[in-house]
């Protein structure tokens, strides 16, 4: 099993910054990539960033230039680094990772973005 658990949500002002944290324990020995969803209630759970075990990053299209993921070299904990925050941000955020298959998920950090 792979528990995560996601930190550093909140309210923030238009333009202003934030940094998510997600830290993985269990059995993280053979997880893959980690990465961070987004889900607005009512719509679909949307890929925001993702890193692979080699380092490889991919964004979504709305975030590029603005967020950077991140994680530390022993592979357990996870950033997100999002700035110039828009109010179309505001949503929960996930962080997840894979195993064998399996998909694992946190409980999710809500990040507000309003002024």
């Known amino acids: 099993q792979v528990q995560l658990v996601e930190s550093g949500g909140g309210l923030v002002q238009p333009g202003g910054s934030l940094r998510l944290s997600c830290a993985a324990s269990?059995?993280?020995?053979?997880?893959?990539?980690m990465g961070w969803f987004r889900q607005v209630p009512g719509q679909q759970r949307e890929l925001v960033a993702r890193?692979?075990?080699?380092?490889?990053?991919n964004y979504a299209d709305s975030v590029k230039g603005r967020f950077t993921i991140a994680r530390t070299s022993t592979k357990n904990t996870v950033y997100l680094q999002m700035n110039s925050l828009k109010p179309e941000d505001t949503s929960v955020y996930y962080c997840?990772?894979?195993?064998?298959?399996?998909?694992?998920w946190g409980k999710g950090t809500l990040v507000t973005v309003s002024s």
């Open positions: 890193i692979t075990s080699g380092g490889s990053t």
């Open positions: 269990g059995d993280i020995v053979s997880i893959n990539g």
């Open positions: 997840h990772t894979d195993r064998w298959g399996v998909d694992y």
